[in-house]
Structures are given as C-alpha cells and as structure tokens.
C-alpha cells in the first residue's frame, strides 16, 4: 500500500469554507489561496470533489473566491452533522466514490478542530486513507487548529501540505499537467 497520495486513487472534500464563518478564521487568507489551487489542481487531474455546506441558511454559501474555482463535476451537499460521514448524502457520495477505486480522501476547510477533524478521523474510522491538507484549513484560534491536527496525526490521518498534495497527485515533472499547474507552486 503506497503511503502517497495517488491522483488515480483520490477524491477532494472541501469542508465547509462558507460566507460567515470564513472571516472568524485565524489565518483565512492562506486557508481560503491554498483551498483554491487545490481545486484547481483537483479539476486539472480530474479529481472528483465534494464540497460541503454547514447549516447554509445559516452561515451562508461557499465563498465567492472558491467556488468560481470549483469543477463543473463538483458536487456540493449540505449538512447539519459536524462531521461529513455523519451525514448520509456525503457518507454515500465518499464511499461510492472510494467504491470505485477513490479510496484515498484528500480533506481541508474549516474549522479544523470541529468538521475537518471529526470528518477525518470518521474517514479513518471507516477504513480509507485520509490526508488532511494542514495548510488549507483554519480555525478561530492557532492553538486549536495545531491540536486538532496532532489529534488526527495520532488517530493514523496523514497531515500533508498544499504542495505535497499537488506534487504526489502529480508525480512527476515534465508532463502536460506538470506544465499547467507549475504556476500553483512557485
């Protein structure tokens, strides 16, 4: 089993990056950039990508800046669980997706330390692979996000960065895909 994520075997859940709880983030710029040239990655190597919504009524849509971004494939579910694997429509969408061969969940947003680490550490619970990218998520507080992420280092998720992500989906220099999304990483 390869410790590296593999463009073939992944799959991208966005995680709740919405309106009004975006700007309460500690480090929302650097979140919200990084969550934009993953997906834009993700659509060049035609990775499907899930985006969920908390409570939308509430809290307000996916931002503007991301989901200009988003692939015309994406699918965006809503939720009133913390966790996306607690809310059927996701749950179903993740394992269909690892059915077929997608095992390996490729996850950021926010807050870290609520939805992205219960969502990881349920995707772990239900026997995929889970890479959170640490540098696309947020929370309200440094303290809490650098807790959840050694919590789900702990719980077996991998911690990655944007760059990681991009170059092991990538795999190699040269190519046509490498050409195109260079400009994400210099």
């Known amino acids: 089993m390869s410790v590296l994520m593999q463009c073939e075997r992944a799959q991208a859940l966005v995680i709740d990056i919405q309106e009004k ?15 934009v040239r993953l997906v834009q990655a993700a659509a060049r190597l035609s990775l499907p ?29 809503d939720k009133m669980a913390f966790s996306c694997m607690r809310d059927d429509a996701l749950r179903q969408r993740i394992e ?39 540098d696309a998520t947020a929370s309200r507080t440094p303290a809490s996000k650098e807790l959840a992420l050694s919590r789900m280092q702990a719980g077996g998720v991998n911690v990655v960065t944007t760059e990681m992500a991009i170059f092991e989906w990538l795999a190699m220099a040269g190519t046509p895909d490498f050409k195109a999304l260079l400009p994400l990483v210099k």
Do not use: K
């Open 21 to 35: 709880l975006l700007p309460a983030m500690s480090e929302a710029q650097e979140a919200l950039g990084n969550s």
């Open 96 to 134: 269909q997706l690892a059915a077929d061969g997608r095992d390996q969940v490729v996850v950021w947003g926010i807050e870290t330390h609520v939805c992205v680490l219960q969502t990881a550490l349920e995707v772990v619970a239900a026997g995929l692979r889970c890479f959170v990218v640490a």
């Open 49 to 77: 990508v899930t985006v969920s919504q908390q409570y939308p009524r509430g809290i307000g849509a996916t931002v503007e800046d991301l989901r200009r971004h988003l692939p015309n494939d994406c699918v965006t579910l």
